[in-house]
Every structure is written in structure tokens, then in C-alpha cells.
């Protein structure tokens, strides 16, 4: 039989991480640099072309 009991000496999980951690994932940059290009081709638009 397996035994399912956790030891004293596990390592905790309960870290909590913050907005750093979460910025750190590549796929949300990739999200937010390609809104921001968006946003600068927009704003170029208005100034330069209109």
C-alpha cells in the first residue's frame, strides 16, 4: 500500500507570487507587446496620415 501521509519536512507551496512573476510569462508579453504596436500604429495614424 502507498503511503499518502505528508511529512514534516515537505517544502512549502504556499508562496504567494506577485505582479513580477506574472509578467514574467511570455505568452502575456507577447499579448501586450502586440497590443501595444497596435496602439502605436494607431496613434502614428492619427498624427502622421490624417
Avoid: K, N, W
Amino acid at each position: 500500500m502507498l503511503d499518502t501521509q505528508q511529512s514534516d519536512t515537505a517544502p512549502q507551496q504556499d508562496e504567494p507570487r506577485g505582479c513580477l512573476f506574472a509578467l514574467s510569462q511570455p505568452p502575456l508579453m507577447i499579448f501586450l507587446a502586440v497590443i501595444g504596436c497596435l496602439l502605436l500604429m494607431a496613434a502614428l495614424h492619427d498624427l502622421l496620415l490624417l
